[in-house]
Each structure stands twice: as C-alpha cells, then as structure tokens.
C-alpha cells in the first residue's frame, strides 16, 4: 500500500522560506515521479512541480518559477520543496502526488496517489 506523508508547513512572513518535504512508502516500483500541487480556499488545486523518476527533468508552474526548488532522494522514496521568497498568495494547503506512468505531467489526472497535504500560510 502506497502512502504519502508531507511535513513541513507552517506560517511564515513573506519573503521567508520553507522546505516541504514528503516521504513515501510502499513504492516497491522505482520509476515514478513526484509531483507538487497546491489547492488555495475556494480555488481548484493547481500544479507546483514535478521531478521525473531519474532526477534529471523538473518542471515548474511559472508563478513559482525561479523561487522554488523541487528535488529527491531516491534511496529514501522522499522529494522536497525548497520555497524561497514567498508571497501571500503562496497560502495554499500543499500536496505531493506520484505518478507511476512517469509522464513529468501537471495534470492532476496523471497522478495515482497523494498524500494528505500540509498547510503553509504566509503573512504579509
């Protein structure tokens, strides 16, 4: 049974930072990647990043580019999300997603599992 476990919200001041981290278990099959998505109050929830299987693709929303890192350790079936420079808007309850057919995909619709999300509030 696959599960997915996010840490690492919290409140923060803009221009602050985070680093999310989610941790997986029961992945016995190594090519998969791990996506970021994030769901605001009354918004739909909408692509972050994604890291393919082999660490070597990331893809990235725009409104995060250049300010979030996204990255993996395979020997521990973990991915991170380095946020720096957040910005009220940033608030959002953040969820990590794998996708085992390994498309690199933003589409929520390519993702199999998803952990239970970690809310990161940020203050202006």
């Known amino acids: 049974q696959v599960q997915l476990v996010e840490s690492g919200g919290g409140l923060v001041q803009a221009g602050g930072s985070l680093r999310l981290s989610c941790a997986g278990s029961g992945l016995t099959y190594k090519v998969y990647d791990f996506g970021w998505f994030r769901q605001a109050p009354g918004k739909e929830r909408e692509f972050v990043a994604v890291?393919?299987?082999?660490?070597?693709?990331?893809r990235y929303a725009d409104s995060v580019k250049d300010r979030f890192t996204i990255s993996k350790d395979s020997a521990k079936n973990t991915a991170y999300l380095q946020m720096n420079s957040l910005r009220p808007e940033d608030t959002a309850v953040y969820y990590c997603?794998?996708?085992?057919?390994?498309?690199?995909?933003?589409?929520?619709?390519?993702?199999?599992?998803w952990g239970q999300g970690t809310q990161v509030t940020v203050s202006s």
């Open positions: 890291i393919s299987w082999s660490g070597a693709r990331t």
């Open positions: 997603a794998v996708d085992m057919s390994a498309t690199t995909s933003s589409d929520t619709r390519r993702y199999n599992y």
